[in-house]
């Protein structure tokens, strides 16, 4: 018997096809999806308040890589009943409001973003016990600038130090701010709080934890202390966290968001004709500037010298403008 193959055997050869599901253009509508918003961020896990119900989430397959961070309000499907056990699938990102970036040094491409939607960035610095880092402010401060979001100076530990040294640079720019003492009234600070979202950053030991506790009672946020050999503090918080700020009544007044504190904050991405947008008054002067001409210090022909010498302009003003710009140049260490 001949085992041989010929072309006729060929003609009437079917291959055995893979029993796979036939592909398709069509997505799925998610008619049915819900919306969140993300409170924190663990381990691929994601905590999520749906109409005053805490859920855990995971990210669907189809958004890939996409990032979701804490702010975040996104559209979810499957178990949102949020009883042990149920684990929900976030479908869709709704699109940012601001985005709060940081890199991890100056000369890293890539951007990390730190939270989303928050339209107050609130930097918080202790007056003493740590030493307050004027830089780590400029920094910040750019960054909240760049990501559009209204800064706020929270200068906390009044009771250890003056902080009209620290208010006095910064007035020039017009930066509202807060002071604050151990065990004091924060009546204040809640009314630069309410009725927004505010992500509070700083480096550790300034008191950013403990602030949050006593805004927020039912926090119970970790607080640390501050080494007396470096002055540093020590990292306490190690995740982004979302709370709802209470009113008297008992009522929501406003967010805030708890930030891990920060040793670095790159700003690659800022660049200064990025930084001189938002402060339009000093914008306005540089038009007739040269070509590629940065405002920085020593520039030649800037328009922002013309303007002081003109009497246009506040030089205090462009001063401090010039330090944020030269804050984004060097060392990402505040």
């Known amino acids: 018997m001949s085992n041989r193959y010929t072309d006729h055997d060929a003609e009437h050869y079917e291959r055995p096809r893979r029993r796979t599901r036939p592909r398709t253009k069509d997505r799925p509508s998610y008619d049915d ?16 308040l749906i109409d005053g119900v805490t859920v855990m989430a995971m ?11 804490v702010g975040d309000r996104v559209r979810v499907v499957g178990d949102v009943s949020g009883v042990d056990g149920s684990l929900a699938r976030i479908v869709e990102v709704v699109p940012r409001t601001t985005t709060l970036r940081r890199t991890a040094d100056d000369d890293d491409p890539v951007e990390r973003v730190i939270v989303s939607n928050a339209d107050q960035l609130v930097v918080v610095a202790a007056l003493a016990d740590p030493e307050p880092r004027p830089r780590l402010i400029d920094r910040a401060l750019v960054a909240a600038y760049d990501a559009g979001m209204a800064p706020l100076l929270c200068l906390t530990k009044a009771d250890l130090a003056d902080p009209e040294v620290l208010l006095s640079t910064y007035r020039s720019l017009g930066v509202p701010w807060v ?16 009725g927004r979202t505010s992500v509070l950053v700083g480096h550790s030991g300034v008191g950013k934890s403990t602030l ?63 930084l001189i947008g938002t402060f339009p008054d000093l914008e306005e002067m540089t038009e007739d500037c040269p070509r590629g001409c940065s405002h920085g210090t020593g520039e030649p022909e800037c328009g922002l010298d013309v303007a002081i010498e003109s009497g246009e302009t506040d030089p205090d003003r462009v001063e401090s403008f010039r330090r944020l710009l030269a804050a984004r140049e060097g060392a990402a260490d505040w």
């Open 33 to 48: 999806a819900v919306d969140g918003v993300v409170v924190t961020v663990d381990r691929g896990r994601f905590t999520l």
């Open 59 to 69: 990210k669907s397959r189809p958004l890939g890589r996409k990032g979701v961070v």
């Open 179 to 194: 002071v604050t003492e151990r065990g004091g009234d924060l009546a204040e600070v809640r009314d630069r709080l309410r």
């Open 212 to 274: 949050v506790n006593a805004l927020v009672p039912e926090a119970h946020r970790s607080v640390g202390i501050v080494n007396a050999v470096t002055g540093r503090g020590r990292h306490t918080s190690t995740s982004a966290y979302l709370l709802e700020l209470p009113g008297p009544d008992g009522r929501g007044e406003g967010w805030i968001i708890d930030t891990p504190g920060i040793r670095s904050f790159g700003l690659a991405h800022v660049k200064p004709e990025d």
